[in-house]
Each structure stands twice: as C-alpha cells, then as structure tokens.
C-alpha cells in the first residue's frame, strides 16, 4: 500500500484493546460478512493485560470465558459487613487473554487486515475517512470506529481518576471463599479528599485477585499503593508468610463531568472509554463497553450506520456530576454514599443504576436515598459552574496519566509475576 494505492475498506478500527477485541467478537456473532475491514493498532494484543469485573444476566457469550463468578457479594464499612444477594445478576470476572483469542479467531473469520502501526492523522471529508498510519500507509474507509484513549474535549467541573493496584495472591493453604466476591471494602484508610476500599476476587480457595483502589484527583506512588495493598492485607488477616504474589495490576481510568464527544466527525465514531463508556461516578467500563460493541455489530448486521447508542442517559450523566461534585467538596463522605445506596435498595437496583439501565421511578428512589441537602448544595454548585463554564474559553483537558508501575519482584508479600495494566 501507498499514497497511490490506498487501501478501501468499508470499517476501519483505530485501536485494538478491550474495546475493539469485543466488536470484533460482535461482528462474528452476528454474522456480519461481506465487509472489508481494516484493524489499525500499534501491538498485537494477547495474553492476560488486564481484567475486568462486571455484573449482568447469566446466560451470555461471555460465560464460557469467564474466570469466575459470584452470586452473593459483601460491602463492607468500618460499622458493618453486608452480604447482598444480586440475583437475578451477577458479579464475573473476565480476563484478557480469552477475549483477545476470540477477538483473534473473529479477526480471521471476518478476513480483516490487520495494520501493524499506529493511526497518525484522521481525516473525514463526510463522504469518506482517510487513515494515515505510522509506517506510512494510507487507509480509505467508509466509517472509523475509534476506541484509541484521548483526553475528553473539555476540562470537566470535577475531575478525578479511579486508580487501583491489585495482587493476584496464592495461599498455601485455603484462605478464600470462593462463592463470595468482596465488591467493596471501605474499612481501608480514607484519603482526605477522594475514597478508597479493598475488593477481593477468589478464582479458588487458595487463589485471588486482592486490589487497592482509590477515587480521588492524585496518583500514589509505588511505594504508596504497595504498603496499601500490604494494609489491606493484613486487614483481612491473610499472613504474608502463606502467600505468593504470581501477578500484579495497575491501572488508571477517568472519572470526570467532561464531555466524551461520541462522533466528531460525520463519519468517524468513538466507543469504548473514548466514546464515553467509563460511567462517570465509579469508573466502570465494561458493561456499556459490551453493550456499544453489540449495538454496532447489529447495525451493520441490519445496514445500518454503525453509531451506538448513547454510553449512558443525559440524566444519569448529571447525576454523576452532582455526585462527584459532592464527594470532592466534602459535601458527603464516599464510604456513607455507597452504604446508604446498599443499605436502602435492592442491590440489584443499584448496580442496575451503575450500569445506566433504571427507569425514571427507580432513580427518584436511589436519590432520595442519598443525604439531600449536601446534594441539593451540589446541584446548585453544578448548575452555577455550568453557567459560568459558558461564559469562558473552553479549558483544555488533562491527560489521564498512565499507571504507576513499579518492579513485581519488590511486591509484598513474596516474589514473582508479571506487571499488567488494567
């Protein structure tokens, strides 16, 4: 290929990690043929990066990939532990390595080419997208789907980052429960301006994912996340001396009011986090991610424009923007937020309202379950910082910084692994 001979396609990707892995699987599934695409992505993504957990509905083409899986789940504070029954749903664990095969084996079904390099300049002029690649290359195509990470279009009015560390232990001896996830520990030491909790994630009695993570607007250090992980540890009373780190995770994700504009282009479409999939309030992706990946393979499935619907409601988005605003002023504490939530709806309500899908009535009942007044004060500041936002220049976005990744070998307790990224 070159600047003479462009290479026609009617879908290109820009980016091949969870986002793109997942459309690809979609594509297949719905039995999209016919269709020349083209996945332009610097790295061949393969084995186990990243991990995601979600919950959803049993019963779906992800099960035979999953690592585990949870029913009942425990929410912890310094006054209580609450085990929650999420049925109809439940709490899984899905690791990369299995998507990325899918994703691999769809690849080939599909007869895409595959570009080893990165997309350098995109270019709509609304009736095609030209892609000029790093080596190079020049790519035309009918529609850009895009899940490349990039900053939002505008700073937001709060601005914080979920980031975490996690450890995947093995004991020596049974130390787990495997039928019963941790989804959220607050009983860590709370930073003075964000929130932190633990989570644990058994695959076996004897082996787990044990995670740090804080919301808050600063990155630790290495030291910092690993004497967290260490604190966590022995507040679960797991002796070091009986276990082995095998893995470490690490890893950063956006949680800001700023906009993610879904189509910048008439032609060019972002999903994944870069189209807004990465909820607000929490950090979680995976759900809307999946959900995006479906919405687009049925279009083209049907002929239809690949344009997904949007990640999440209007109204949730400002609810997440009143709830971040709250957290950050001090208005209400993270840990009494997310009890308060559990303790007056059903889980299953509540993760529904995570993942974007409750009605109208449903979320008049998770609010009137959160402090009103402190919210009331941040409606009114979210309102007044909207108005003002109007009357300045745009501010530019920052960077969501990468993870802080340090060396395995010096994980406590033990030694080995490898470094991942979630």
């Known amino acids: 290929m070159t600047d003479s001979a462009p290479l026609d396609v009617d879908l290109a990707l820009l980016g091949g990690g969870g986002a793109a892995s997942l459309l690809l699987a979609a594509l297949d599934r719905h039995g999209v043929r016919d269709l020349r695409i083209a996945v332009v992505d610097p790295v061949r993504r393969r084995g186990q990066d990243r991990t995601w957990a979600f919950w959803g509905h049993p019963g779906t083409d992800l099960d035979p990939l999953l690592s585990a899986s949870w029913q009942q789940v425990e929410v912890a504070t310094t006054a209580r532990r609450r085990v929650l029954d999420l049925t109809p749903l439940r709490y899984a664990m899905l690791r990369s390595g299995p998507v990325y095969d899918r994703a691999a084996a769809a690849e080939r079904r599909l007869d895409a080419t595959r570009i080893v390099a990165p997309a350098e300049t995109v270019t709509d002029d609304g009736t095609r997208v030209r892609v000029r690649t790093g080596d190079g290359q020049t790519v035309r195509a009918a529609w850009v789907l895009d899940s490349r990470p990039r900053p939002p279009a505008r700073a937001g009015r709060t601005t914080w980052l979920?980031?975490?560390?996690?450890?995947?232990?093995?004991?020596?001896?049974?130390?787990?429960?495997?039928?019963?996830a941790v989804l959220m520990d607050f009983r860590t030491p709370q930073p003075r301006r964000g929130v932190s909790f633990g989570y644990v994630?058994?695959?076996?009695?004897?082996?787990?994912?044990?995670?740090?993570?804080?919301?808050?607007?600063?990155?630790?250090t290495d030291a910092g996340y690993d004497a967290a992980l260490a604190g966590y540890r022995d507040l679960l009373g797991l002796d070091p001396a009986g276990l082995r780190v095998r893995e470490v995770e690490n890893g950063v994700i956006p949680m800001t009011d700023?906009?993610?504009?879904?189509?910048?282009?008439?032609?060019?479409?972002?999903?994944?986090?870069?189209?807004?999939?990465?909820?607000?309030?929490?950090?979680?992706?995976?759900?809307?991610?999946?959900?995006?990946a479906d919405q687009v393979a049925r279009a083209l499935a049907a002929g239809r424009a690949p344009v997904p619907e949007p990640a999440y409601p209007r109204r949730h988005l400002w609810m997440d923007a009143v709830a971040l605003r709250a957290l950050d002023r001090g208005g209400v504490g993270g840990p009494d937020f997310f009890d308060r939530l559990f303790d007056r709806n059903p889980a299953e309500r509540v993760l529904r309202f995570l993942d974007g899908v409750t009605t109208p009535a449903e979320e008049v009942a998770i609010m009137n379950s959160t402090r009103l007044l402190p919210m009331i004060a941040a409606s009114a500041g979210d309102a007044a910082q909207r108005v003002r936002d109007r009357l300045r220049p745009t501010r530019p976005a920052p960077a969501v910084p990468p993870a802080v990744v340090g060396d395995p070998l010096g994980a406590e307790p033990g030694a080995g692994g490898a470094t991942r990224r979630t």
């Not at 994630?201 to 630790?220: G, I, K, N, Q």
């Not at 060019?268 to 189209?275: E, K, L, Q």
């Open 162 to 180: 979920q980031h975490f560390r996690g450890w995947w232990l093995e004991a020596d001896r049974p130390v787990f429960d495997p039928a019963r």
């Open 201 to 220: 994630l058994p695959v076996s009695d004897r082996y787990a994912l044990v995670e740090y993570t804080e919301f808050s607007p600063d990155l630790l």
């Open 258 to 292: 700023a906009p993610f504009p879904a189509r910048p282009s008439p032609r060019v479409v972002r999903f994944g986090t870069a189209g807004g999939a990465t909820r607000p309030s929490t950090g979680f992706t995976f759900s809307a991610m999946y959900r995006q």
